[in-house]
């Protein structure tokens, strides 16, 4: 299942929508991390997986904080939150 997918069936699609670009600047910081290059061929782990990696939610996080958007503080909820659920199951 894709990303936007599995956001949209946890947060609902008005969400899930608004960290898609949040996601990519994480999941590009993840490839710079991982092959030294924002590597575009590459298959990402789950979206599960990369939440469980504290580098990638500092990213995601940062990205959501620089943003202009007043929906930060839902955003930050919603990724610590999908962190938690993660953990439980």
């Known amino acids: 299942m894709d990303d936007g997918h599995w956001l949209a ?3 609902g699609a008005h969400l899930a929508g608004a960290l898609m670009s949040h996601l990519d600047v994480a999941e ?4 710079i991390r ?3 290059y924002a590597k575009d061929n ?11 990696d504290p580098a990638f939610v500092r990213c995601l996080l ?21 962190r938690r659920d993660d953990a439980v199951t």
């Open 34 to 36: 991982t092959y030294g």
């Open 42 to 52: 590459a298959w990402p782990p789950a979206l599960a997986e990369r939440l469980a």
């Open 9 to 11: 069936e946890r947060l």
């Open 62 to 82: 940062e990205s959501i904080e620089a943003d202009d958007e007043p929906a930060r503080g839902d955003l930050r909820g919603a990724i610590l939150r999908l």
């Open 28 to 31: 590009r910081d993840r490839l």
